[in-house]
């Protein structure tokens, strides 16, 4: 008998990610601060069992207290090196209140060009940017 030389089988690693770009009616955006990265928008990892909608709302609703209805999916940030793949969607307020957690140090509403000078991360600024133009949708970013 021949040995078996196929290699094992080892599923890759990939992380996905829901986050929200969250507009209220004064044309706002809901930012959280997290302990590690400052200002960003809300979102999280997707749980196994979970659709990429329904983390999004649980994500956004956790981290900052507010309850919101998914308007669209824009599209998707890969990051290449670390295996994760971020998908945004828009997304309105439909209700909560503002309200901290372990993962949001502060929450809140900016004006659009307020939000954008806060965030620290760029890709974080362009993620807010292409979901802001609907010319750039659907998207797809590897980094």
């Keep these: 008998m021949g040995q078996n030389t196929s290699p094992i089988y080892t599923p890759s690693k990939h992380f ?4 929200t770009i969250v507009l209220n009616d004064q044309k706002e955006i809901l ?13 999280g ?6 659709s990429l909608k329904d983390a999004a709302i649980r994500e956004t609703k956790e981290e900052s207290g507010i309850d919101i209805e998914v308007l669209k999916f824009c599209g998707i940030f890969q990051n290449v090196n670390k295996s994760i793949c971020n ?6 307020p439909i209700g909560g209140k503002l309200s901290t957690s372990p993962e949001s140090l502060e929450v809140g ?5 307020q939000a954008l000078k806060m965030i620290t991360i760029d890709n974080f600024r362009q993620r807010i940017e292409y979901c802001l133009d609907s010319t ?7 980094f």
Aim: glycine content about 10%; cysteine-free; proline content about 10%.
């Design 31 to 43: 930012l959280i601060k997290g302990p590690m990265r400052g200002w960003e928008m809300p979102g």
């Design 16 to 19: 996905v990610s829901a986050a």
């Design 109 to 113: 509403f900016f004006p659009i060009e």
């Design 87 to 92: 998908t945004l969607f828009l997304a309105k």
């Design 136 to 142: 750039k949708q659907p998207f797809y970013v590897a």
């Design 45 to 50: 990892i997707v749980e196994e069992g979970e």
